[in-house]
């Protein structure tokens, strides 16, 4: 008899539907599975049949054989268990065919019949949305993830068991959803850094624009502290980037069980020996990288120096194009990668610089160590700002002139302001923010006030403004000048893009590294 | 791997200028019979000094602050304009800015290099190397053509950079300075001996005070040494030097060559005030209490807010504007000091 069920395999973030046949019929027993199946699926025979006389059901000496269709994708993993058990008992006709009409199956199988959980079950059920599936059968573990998605009733399934109950109309006590939907308020603030007021502020900046920042200042002058709260002033997520980033996580099997729909920015931070893979994706089948999972949050590159050269410029593409495409012998993934790159640097090897009395390193030192992080990717970060170790008086909160560090709720109120009139602007545009201006785009809606054209041209030819650096200082003005809600540029806002401008070369043009000019 | 940071000169043009000078020929400078372990010969690309003319050695720290970098090109111009010709290492720092400060005021400078003189070591300087023969100074070295830097060419070419000289200046060093070897070799030849004094918690000064505390002439400023030679000069660092309530980019107009790009210690020193217009603009207050603040320490942009109450959107406007108009320079990123 023949019989089929509906799964899914994934392709990158995004799942494709894969129909589990089973047939059994007269020959010699047997069970073979066919349909370009990895060592992984190939498991799941034995998984099944253990599972399956664990329950006490014998299979029948018959020849069973087991497809998996579309035959010319290879498919991986073990979330087709389940579905091949279902299959299965729907051969040996101990489930009625109907019962699995229109429902997708998702899970791994235990040899005790239990159900396991498994990965990407977000981009499964919303594809069996899309296929016009009205139920979708998924570990119980996976059904706060599944129930993200509306439209279609998701069923949590703890036992093989339960499966056969269900046959007979009995649904299993589900958990409760509602627990599940908390938002999860991020553990860092803002508030809890005293002064430093420029950093704030170039964050606020960052974030408000999606600018890339690049942070420099000596060793424990709080980089790290200032980027692990970035997340924290972005705009709020809304359910289409929820969703987004919901299904990288539930594709990297990184989704903690308890959560169904990730509501916070990430924020991901590797560690500078980071792997090329280990940064963009990679492996067989391709799975994300350190810059997928970082999509729609931010990307925390310490020590930027110290990186593998090579790894750092494989960071281009995503920079450029905001996606990375990965491509292997068996398939070609291209995963989202629209992070926000926080990058942070000591100014010289010791760190000290231009602290010229703590500074230990020759001229030379000094200009390698900057001149390893290549012109490309300072191309693309817009904003630089100097981050300065606390004095005594912040530290401890008595600073004169500020009473209370501003807390990030203060600062998301003012970035989330100059979200919404960033949206407004751009609604006709494939954009949503100031950094994604491309070079026509950005004399069309950078207008500049006298003044701040004056001052813009007198820039250009007294401070060494190159015509990149001219583009990124005008996206930034534009940003600060939303900030403001200012729809023309003004002389304030472009003077304070100069100040966090990223300069061309980072290393001082006097001073150390000796003349640079000359005729 | 150590990178190669020197530059070989490749163009025959040069090359073909290069000159051995023997103990015996006449260009040989008299004096270097009266000194102690003078070569027998030493290679020239260029111009030699002036056996005629009175010649200052400017030396100092390689990594130097701000306050040397402007120490420096001060000297070397007040110099150059007196026609006073200077000779230095052209290492990193003081000595290839000094250099650099001479030949902007139309002076002719010369380098003793720890390289041959068809080496120009550091490569950053090759820009400053090239204009200084062109300029009608000389490149001079012991070293012959084709040798490389070596760790030990330095210390005794500094004997030749002193004993060239009338007059050997330290601008800035710290206390085991090579710019201290060049002092020791020019009290041993019998120069007289200036230092440019410094703050005592400055590691780059120590050596200067020290040198002044062991009788080396003070030179607070450029005219004390010009007496030396017996030039009377105005001095013109009693000169105005606060900025105007003006707009200040206003006075680009006023400014000689717009499109000279380079932020050139002339080209900053031109637009210091002089013209007043009449344009009020409404920043002017925070715009002199910035500009009080700012010294010859490179200073971050939090201290200056802290220092001067401003917020930073009011801050950076002002510290742009002292840029653009040459009151200001940022020599690191973030960090602000007077030009």
Redesign the interface.
Known sequence: MFCRVLSAAIAGVEAFPVSVEADMGDGMPYFAMVGFVSSQVREAQDRVKTALKNLGIALPPKRITINLAPGYIRKEGTRFDLPIACAVLEAMGLIAPEIFEDTMIIGELHLDGSIGSAFGVLPSVIEARKAGCSVCIVPMQNLAEGQAVSGIRVIGFSSLRDILDYSQGVIPEQEDGERRMRVLDYDVDFADIQ?????K?AAVIAAAGFHNLLL?GSPGSGKSMTAERIPTILPELDEEESLEITKIYSVAGLLPEDISLIRRRPYRAPHHTVTQAALCGGGSPPRPGEVTLAHRGVLFLDELPEMNPAVLEMLRQPLEDKRITISRLSSTCTFPAAFLLVAAMN?CPCGY??N??R?S????QI??YQSRISQAILDRIDL???V?PASYEQLTGR???TEKARSSAQMRAQVMDAAEVQADRYRKLPMRFNSELRAPDIERYCTLSKDAA??LK??Y????LSARGYHHVLKVSRT?ADLDHESVIK??H???A???R??EK?????????????? | MRSRNYRQEKDPKLLERIRLIEQTDPEYPERFHEYRRMPNSFYVLGELPDPKGPVVAIVGSRACSEYGRTQAVRFGKAFAEHGIQVISGMAYGVDAWAQHGAIEAGGRTFSVLGTGVDVCYPDNNYVLYRRIIREGGGILSEFPPGTGPDGWHFPIRNRLISAWADLVLVVEARLKSGSLITADYAMEQGKTVYAVPGRNDDVNSQGCNRLISQGAGIAWNPETILQEFGIAAEDASVKEMIPDKTHSYMKKSVRKGGENRERTAEAQTEARPGTRLPKKWEHADDFQKVYGFLNSDPQQLDTLAMLSGLDLPSLTGVLMQLCISGYAIEPFPGYYCRS
């Open positions: 002064g430093q007021e420029s950093a502020r420099m100014p610089y231009p010229i009395n500074c390193c020759t001229p030379r200009q390698i630089r700002c100097e300065m600073q004169r002139h004056d001052m007198a820039a030819s007294h401070l060494g600060i002389e304030s472009v003077s304070e100069l100040c966090f990223c300069q980072l290393h001082s043009q006097t001073g150390k590294p000796g003349v640079q000019g000359g005729g």
